[in-house]
Nanobody, 120 residues
Framework: QVQLVESGGGLVQPGGSLRLSCVASGLTFSIYNMTWYRQAPGKERELVATITADDDITNYAASVKGRFTISRDNGRHTVSLQMNSLQPEDTAVYLC?????????????WGQGTQVTVSS
């Protein structure tokens, strides 16, 4: 069965850094596009960053561009999110997602999330 397990969340002061990791099992990790989302209380889920499967092309939300970096290690089935210069508005549950689409074939998997709180 497919599992995505996030880790690395916690409490950090404004201006601080955190590194989130998401370890995947039960799937052929290298063929999946990987995405980090976040959801703050009372707000819609927001795409934070994505990295493609075959050529590691990255894309970021405007709100995190220049502060966050997404990367993947196919050998370790891991996608990471390095978050720098964190601000209170970055407070949210961060979830990773694995997506594969080929023609009409589509698979989507989600992790449970890890809480990030930015506060002094």
């Amino acid at each position: 069965q497919v599992q995505l397990v996030e880790s690395g969340g916690g409490l950090v002061q404004p201006g601080g850094s955190l590194r989130l990791s998401c370890v995947a099992s039960g799937l052929t990790f290298s063929i999946y596009n990987m995405t980090w989302y976040r959801q703050a209380p009372g707000k819609e889920r927001e795409l934070v960053a994505t990295i493609t499967a075959d050529d590691d092309i990255t894309n970021y939300a405007a709100s995190v561009k220049g502060r966050f970096t997404i990367s993947r290690d196919n050998g370790r089935h891991t996608v990471s999110l390095q978050m720098n210069s964190l601000q209170p508005e970055d407070t949210a549950v961060y979830l990773c997602a694995a997506k594969f689409k080929f023609g009409t074939l589509e698979y989507n998997y989600w992790g449970q999330g890890t809480q990030v709180t930015v506060s002094s």
